[in-house]
Nanobody, 124 residues
């Protein structure tokens, strides 16, 4: 399985960004997808996750109400739309894939496959 994240960049505080992550090598709809982020000097943290069907999602409190995860199984792609970006959203964002779905979907250890990350920088 290969995951390719894209869409990162430099954006001003208050702006919006949509990250994309494509999966190849396996059937995308077999996997639940997650987004994590890691800021310099900090541990990787959960951002959000979506069930393979798209019918269920989890969000971290830090992005709840500002971020929306969606997926297009026909395009083998998962998206993370974040509005009202803050400087504290600055991090490398990673997508990940897992065959499991539970409350543990907020944990990085649940995921089997990881993308390479895409940098998001929010300027104040």
């Amino acid at each position: 399985v290969q995951l390719q994240a894209s869409g990162g960049g430099l954006v001003q505080a208050g702006g919006s960004l949509r990250l994309s992550c494509g999966l190849s090598g396996r059937t995308f709809s077999n996997y639940n997808m997650g987004w994590f982020r890691q800021a310099p000097g900090k541990e990787r943290e959960f951002v959000g996750a979506i069930h393979w069907s798209g019918d269920s999602t989890y969000y971290a409190d830090s992005v709840k109400g500002r971020s929306t995860i969606s997926r297009d199984n026909a395009k083998n792609t998962v998206y993370l739309q974040t509005n009202s970006l803050k400087p504290e959203d600055t991090a490398v964002y990673y997508c990940a894939a897992s065959s499991l779905w539970s409350r543990s979907s907020i944990r990085a250890t649940t995921y089997d496959y990881w993308g390479q990350g895409t940098q998001v920088t929010v300027s104040s």
